[in-house]
């Protein structure tokens, strides 16, 4: 199928909401249908009201002019209908609560800190039980301040203590993108006073600028929450965005709501509020997650008030309401306009539609017979069967040239035919004549091959169907019906790490079939690749399964979506349509494989699978597979501003399927982000690999990451075991930091 027949998938809905950092009182019923008429999908809303907060202060105030250190702390009282109007509604639904953004629940003054964490907790469960779904709490960052370390751990057991208070509740932590000025909008005008000496010490500010403080900050609360379901981000996006790494790693977080300030956007000659190029090429990355944010244009203004006296307009009303939104609205009709104007997806991304971040166990094929619905995915690649054609086309023309002789083309594998089909077509285009065969162990897909050469005009009863293990096989016949060799050997076992779905193991057992002096392999190599990632959503999703005490020694394919890259290298990335400079993701080889194996390999292999005086195998058995193990030992360098916390390795592959005689064209594929668009730009058929940490590790600036990784086998199976250690340098020397435990996926390794 060409890429450009596959559906085109609907432009992405944006939740757009309102909010007035300066409302104060509930909304009512009435804001809520005029939020509505405009174009607003939800609105926020306090949970109490101004008596409340004068009421807190009060208890502040009188306790602090006692002077008297050994008088209890202030208590809270409930909620009375003075407090609030709050209450279950058919609005409630579209309403995200706020909680007094004056209770400073991280405040040095005990006091403060002590009557905020009341408020917190008492607003937060009136809104639980009022049916409100969202609750946004008070900010950790406040303008003027930077928490310390105490502040941060303040505000973390309170976040953790705040999951508690419903269980249907989805509690939003507010934080910066990163650590510039906060917009007037976002200041808190009110706060409860403090004493002197404690408002003096709130006051004090760090000094230098740390862009990934805030990010650090939420890391701890995330950390300490245990990476909760219930816990989710609310982020403000600045005026002047901060790196392409930082961006990478919030992109990675549970983004629930992306705030817009009035600041953030710019005016255009026209006057009219639009956003720059680099915050549209945020916003269409981060609304492209599979949850994508609602978005919440903060600011102090007002809804405009309608021009009828009811809460619901007559029909004759509603004509009369202008068409474009008032001025007030003008961020929202722009931001409607960039909603229309999205690009659409890519074919890979509209492919993986539902498959974002889903762990998957890899397919093994040797032991298990794939379903019809599998085959027909891969066959779907508008990029690989087209490339596998070039290759053998190539490889017909290099070999006929040599032979002048009928090609003796073996599909090992062959699935339900579309290799075959290409080798076919290939030999139609090149008219070299082949002699084909398509070998195939599942005894359902023989029935479909053996129909398909029956009725397929391209195939024409000419294929040898053999349904058999290839390496059983007892190889081809020439025209003349005498056992020979075969010239080229096509296979697509190839799985998401390149090797991870036996390949090797495979191919070695019918290379005896080859023809020792022409005989080409396509693939004739593949290489395996890995990178260090950031994937919060993924550990998450591990961590709260049930109890299974393998779920981290396992590698899972999984179409790699939320997650943000730790390591990168110096070489530059073409600027984005925005003028975005950015770098490549350092993703390294870690081994590779090549076909067909030198005659002295399988000798070995062979002498060793019978036994006798050799010694065995070093991970068990008589060895005779070991020439197929692998290890590597890389190491990552993080930048000098670029922390973040590892929860496993993403591991890719490239193959050269072939490369002729002379040199002059070679086909690859490749799932390495840093190769693919160049090797086979919109191939569909593999996702990424994802080995996980049990443990996650915190990166610091600069540090090393090191990894230590081992392909093993026994003879009877293939496992990987994965480390991965975190160094920083100390004085000039570099001193290890951190390490994970050493995982192994032996107890579910890949039968042979």
């Given amino acids: 199928m060409d890429s450009s027949e596959a559906p085109m998938l609907p432009q992405p809905v944006f939740y757009i909401g309102h909010h ?18 405009i174009g607003y999908d939800m609105i926020t809303t306090p949970i109490t009201n101004t008596a409340f907060r004068d009421h807190v202060q009060k208890l502040c105030s009188e306790h602090q002019a006692a002077g008297d250190s050994r008088l209890p702390m202030p208590i809270v009282t409930s909620l009375g209908p003075e407090y609030t109007s709050l209450g279950p509604s058919d609005a409630t639904p579209s309403m995200i609560a706020t909680v007094s953004p004056w209770a400073d629940v991280s405040s040095s003054d005990p006091v403060v800190a002590h009557l905020s964490r009341q408020v917190v907790s008492i607003e937060v469960a009136y809104a639980a039980f009022c049916g409100i779904s969202n609750v946004i709490l008070p900010p950790l960052f406040r303008a003027g301040t930077t928490p310390d370390a105490v502040a941060v751990s303040r505000y973390a057991d309170v976040v953790s203590q705040s999951l508690s208070l419903g269980p249907y509740l989805q509690i939003l932590a507010p934080f910066p993108m990163d650590d510039q000025k906060l917009p007037k ?5 009110f706060k409860l006073q403090s004493s002197a000496k404690h408002a003096t010490e709130q006051s004090s500010e760090q000094p230098g600028s740390d862009p990934f403080s805030t990010w650090d900050a939420w890391n701890h609360v995330r950390i300490v ?4 379901a219930k816990l989710a981000l609310v982020l403000t996006i600045p005026r002047l965005l901060p790196s392409d790494h930082l961006q990478s790693r919030w992109y990675s977080e549970p983004l629930r709501i992306l705030t817009l300030p009035a600041s953030s956007f710019a005016a255009n000659p026209n006057g009219h509020p639009v956003l720059s190029k680099a915050h549209q090429a945020m916003l269409t990355k981060y609304m492209r997650l599979q949850m994508p944010p609602w978005l919440l244009l903060s600011g102090s203004s007002e809804l405009p008030q309608p021009d009828y006296s009811t809460s619901e307009p007559t029909p004759a009303e509603a004509a009369q309401l202008p068409v474009h939104p008032p001025a007030q609205a003008s961020r929202l009709a722009y931001l409607r306009y960039v909603q229309r104007t999205q690009p659409p997806l890519p074919p890979l991304a509209r492919f993986a539609q539902g498959y974002q971040d889903f762990l998957q166990s890899p397919l093994q094929p040797l032991t298990d017979n794939l379903e019809s619905i599998t085959y027909e995915v891969f066959e779907k690649d508008p990029i690989k069967y087209a490339w596998y054609e070039q290759a053998i086309a190539l490889a017909l023309k290099d070999l006929y040239s040599a032979l002048r002789r009928p090609i003796v083309v073996a599909v090992v594998g062959a699935g339900r035919g579309p290799l075959m089909t290409r080798s076919l077509m290939a030999s139609g285009t090149t008219e070299v004549p082949i002699l084909p065969y398509a070998i195939e162990k599942n005894p359902n897909a023989f029935v479909l091959l053996q129909r398909r050469n029956k009725t397929d005009p391209l195939w024409g009863g000419r294929v040898q169907v053999i349904k058999t293990d290839m390496r059983s096989w007892t190889g081809p016949l020439d025209t003349e019906g005498k056992p ?6 096509v296979s697509e076992l190839l799985g998401s790490f390149a090797d991870n779905e036996l390949s090797p193991e495979c191919l070695d057992g019918v290379q005896h079939h080859l023809d020792p002096e022409n005989g080409v392999s396509i693939p004739q190599s593949y290489t395996a690749w890995v990178t260090p990632i950031a ?9 709260h399964r049930p109890s299974d005490p393998e779920k981290y020694n396992l590698p899972y394919v999984t179409m790699l979506h939320q997650f943000s890259y730790l390591s990168y290298t110096d070489r530059p990335l073409p600027p984005t349509p925005a003028g975005l400079i950015s770098f490549e993701p350092s993703i390294q080889e870690c081994w590779e494989f090549t076909h067909p194996l030198s005659t002295s390999v399988i000798s070995q292999s062979s002498v060793r699978k019978r036994g006798g005086q050799l010694a065995p195998g070093l991970s068990g058995g008589d060895g005779w597979n070991e020439h197929n193990a692998r290890s590597c030992h890389l190491t990552f360098p993080v930048g000098e501003v670029s922390r973040g916390v590892c929860h496993g390795l993403a591991g890719y592959f490239e193959t050269v399927l072939y490369r002729s005689r002379d040199g002059s064209r070679v086909v690859e594929l490749s799932t390495n982000p840093n190769t693919m668009d160049e090797k086979s730009k919109d191939m569909i058929s593999w996702f990424p690999i994802f080995f996980p940490l049990k443990t996650p590790l915190y990166i610091s600036d600069g540090a090393e990451i090191r990894l230590d990784m081992y392909r093993k086998t026994d003879d ?12 920083v340098q100390v004085n000039g020397r570099w001193q290890r930091t ?6 192994s996926s032996a107890e579910n390794g890949c039968l042979m």
């Fill in 185 to 189: 909008e976002e200041t808190v005008t």
């Fill in 535 to 543: 994937s919060p959503r993924i550990h998450a999703d591990l961590l």
């Fill in 716 to 727: 009877r199976k293939v496992w990987y075991t994965w480390q991965v250690g975190v160094w």
């Fill in 225 to 228: 929450c245990n990476y909760a």
């Fill in 484 to 489: 020979t060799k075969v010239d080229i050997l």
């Fill in 20 to 37: 007035d950092t300066n409302r104060e009182n509930v909304v009512s019923g009435e804001l809520m249908d005029q939020a509505r008429i």
């Fill in 738 to 743: 951190g390490v994970s435990e050493v995982h």
